[in-house]
């Protein structure tokens, strides 16, 4: 069974940093793109970091760029992202998604919240 599980929210002051982890397991980690998003309160989901199945290729939301970095290890079967210099714009539910063009196929994980807060 596909199993996506993100882990590392938690409460952050303004300019503090904090790492999020997406452990996945029941599907072939190192064929899939790996994503991060997020939903703010009274907001749409909007993608915040993407990186290619092999680690070669990565995207950033505008208003991350510069502050945010998506590594994977593929050994670990593992995303993260790092966040650095958080603002209270960022505070939102994070979520992981694997996926890939062919075959199509599209995992989700529960979320981890984030709150950046003084």
């Known amino acids: 069974q596909v199993q996506i599980v993100e882990s590392g929210g938690g409460l952050v002051q303004p300019g503090g940093s904090l790492r999020l982890s997406c452990a996945a397991s029941?599907?072939?980690?190192?064929?899939?793109?790996m994503s991060w998003y997020r939903q703010a309160p009274g907001k749409e989901r909007e993608l915040v970091a993407r990186?290619?199945?092999?680690?070669?290729?990565?995207n950033y939301a505008d208003s991350v760029k510069g502050r945010f970095t998506i590594p994977r290890d593929n050994v670990k079967n593992t995303v993260y992202l790092q966040m650095n210099n958080l603002k209270p714009e960022d505070t939102a539910v994070y979520y992981c998604?694997?996926?890939?063009?062919?075959?199509?196929?599209?995992?989700w994980g529960q979320g981890t919240q984030v709150t950046v807060s003084s």
């Open positions: 998604n694997a996926g890939r063009a062919w075959p199509r196929a599209d995992f």
């Open positions: 990186i290619g199945s092999r680690g070669v290729t990565t």
């Open positions: 029941g599907f072939t980690f190192s064929n899939y793109a």
